[in-house]
């Protein structure tokens, strides 16, 4: 039982050890039931215009309009994954549970940011190509200031979805990581952590990971204009840009995350980590516990021999 013990608890030290003290700002884990509102999660959690503690994402925005969620998550660990499948549809994180009209930001909680790392699981389609090399946004909070991260052209071959590389929108600018190709053809783990504190060393740095393997840095970019990421007004865009349809992805995005801070290599591996180690069930504690007892049991009765 000892044993059981220090295994369970060098497992929690090391999650912990792998996940530094950072600040959620927002995440969306998309586990919530097949209708209804999706909703986000925040640490401490903070108010929102509609009065409650997370934040609402309106499903359905765009020319068609076609959202939903899918079995499909990486590993096969969480409940689902968001779903978009329709070219032109995308989901807008709003601080309120309506139209995106009037949106200004989800209060204020991504603005201006000077050290920050977000990231997000994605898969496209296959069938999706051409609207793909068409567009590029995976995920963009902010139509003009604020922070994103789309395709663009890949460090050689024909652009698409299992060859393209990414660029880094931030505060109206754009930086590419070159000689970066990525093949969404399967789940992908992206993440982005940016350090904009030093004026003479803004960077950013891309982290790409896959179900079996860890997360490993794969691009470094200088920002030389941006002192913060600005003001993200028209909201959080998954699989689109805000303000149009013109710019869209179909495919399923899971465990989308903002932290203040630059986390290094470490927290940006806990992070893949975290969606794919299942939570013990309450009966595996007791099968552990059941086991222990007939070790126990055992020894004792050996003793006694």
Do not use: C
């Not at 999660?41 to 765009?62: C, K, Y």
């Not at 789940?187 to 060393?201: C, I, K, R």
């Not at 805000?242 to 992805?249: E, I, K, Q």
Request: net charge neutral; hydrophobic share 40%; aromatic share 8%.
């Amino acid at each position: 039982m000892n044993r059981i013990r220090t295994l369970l608890g060098a497992a929690a030290l090391g999650l912990s050890a792998s996940l530094p003290a950072q600040t959620l700002l927002l995440g969306y884990n998309f586990d919530e039931a097949s209708s209804g509102n999706i909703v986000g999660t925040t640490s401490p959690a903070q108010p929102n215009s509609a009065g409650t503690i997370n934040d609402v994402l309106g499903r359905g925005f765009g020319s068609a309009g076609t959202v939903t969620y899918t079995g499909d998550s990486p590993g096969g660990h969480s409940n689902g994954a968001l779903r978009i499948t329709t070219s032109g549809s995308y989901v807008l994180a709003t601080n309120t549970t309506g139209t995106p009209t009037g949106v200004t930001g989800l209060d204020g909680r991504l603005d201006n940011l000077t050290a920050f790392t977000f990231s997000i699981w994605f898969k496209l389609d296959s069938s999706d190509a051409a609207n793909f090399a068409a567009l590029d946004r995976i995920v963009r909070a902010g139509a003009t200031g604020g922070f994103g991260l789309r395709a663009s052209a890949p460090a050689e071959g024909t652009f698409g979805i299992n060859n393209f590389g990414l660029t880094l929108d931030i505060n109206g600018g754009g930086a590419a990581f070159t000689g970066v190709s990525v093949n969404a053809t399967s789940w992908v783990f992206l993440a982005v952590s940016v350090d904009l504190t030093d004026p003479d060393a803004r960077e950013a740095r891309l982290y790409v990971g896959t179900e079996n393997s860890a997360a490993s840095q794969v691009g470094l970019v200088g920002l030389s204009t941006s002192a913060n990421s600005g003001v993200v007004s028209n909201g959080l865009m998954i699989g689109g840009l805000p303000g149009t349809t013109t710019r869209f992805v179909t495919g399923a995005f899971d465990d989308f995350r903002v932290y203040n801070g630059a986390g290094d290599a470490a927290f940006v591996e806990g992070l893949r980590a975290s969606n794919l180690a299942p939570i013990p069930e309450p009966g595996s504690f007791a099968a552990l516990a059941g086991l222990g007892a007939l070790g126990f049991a055992a020894a004792r009765r050996r003793a006694r021999a």
